[in-house]
């Protein structure tokens, strides 16, 4: 259940019912619970600023966006028509990781200029400067977070940028994107484990195994979308019967490039065909 909060450039905000728990999350951490709602609040806010970000970018290509949903593993902006051209998509992809960094630079230097020490940050230092250090230093691991190289994260879209811009199709570089996502769900999954069997297990952890489960199901839905959108031959995996590992005609590599799928346009309504494509 989503509440509708704000409409910018025609683009409705919403915040899930789930953005609750991240103010409860917050409020426990701090302990001062006036300084961690606005902290709270602060972050709320930044996560749409990095989604206006990309939906505003979007809107200069052409694309409409449908909305903007806060919850509590971030924000998720619905655009329906992604850009085609590699480049748009960089920069569409890259718009938000640069204002969550321009944020996190604005308030870390407003915390300096009111002379705290970011070394000894606590409550007891001020309501203001507290509240600029960690909505800006939360805003930088937010920019960063971002920018590893793996869907969904915006990283991964800039990476299949890169890649369908210089070496490879669409498909494949999704292939490649998604596939980096996958194995950095499985990492952040065993390092909860590891930490439970550890003892060192704390309740915060469960956000973690929340966000590595939404990366690996969200990496193969990526790729899944775009073999649909292209219209791209299945093939059965080296790993069918190991559906962890990608097992599964969806999730195998595109073709190679020495072949080609042709079906009638616009879309493979009545089936296609695979031809070899020969250099002479």
Known sequence: MAYKIA?????????DWSLILMLFFMVSDFGNPLLGIAVGVGVAVSIALHELGHSLVAQAFGCRVR??????????ATI???????????????????????????????????RIDPLSVSTSSGYRPGLLFYVGAINIGLCVFNLLPAFPMDGGRIL???????????????????????????????????????H??????????????????????????????DGAARRRSPFAGFPFFGGGAASTPPPDDGKAVVSPPPYARGGSTRVDVRKE
């Not at 909305?67 to 998720?76: F, P």
């Not at 590699?86 to 200029?113: H, K, T």
């Open 7 to 15: 409409t910018v450039s025609d683009i409705p905000i919403y915040i």
């Open 67 to 76: 909305d903007i949903t806060l919850m509590l593993l971030g924000g998720c």
């Open 80 to 114: 329906v028509n992604m850009p085609r051209k590699a480049w748009q998509e960089f920069l569409m992809a890259a718009a938000g990781p640069l204002v969550s960094a321009g944020l996190g630079a604005l308030c870390l230097a407003s915390a300096l200029l009111l």
């Open 160 to 198: 299949r940028a890169f890649l369908q811009q210089f070496f490879m199709t669409r498909v494949r570089a999704t292939w490649v994107a998604s596939r980096i996502g996958r194995f950095l769900a499985i990492l952040m999954a065993l390092s909860v484990a590891v930490s439970f069997l550890t």
């Open 200 to 229: 060192q297990f704390q309740s915060y952890m469960l956000i973690r195994l929340l966000i590595a489960y939404y990366i690996y199901t969200s990496a193969e839905r990526e790729y899944r979308m775009v073999l649909m959108e």
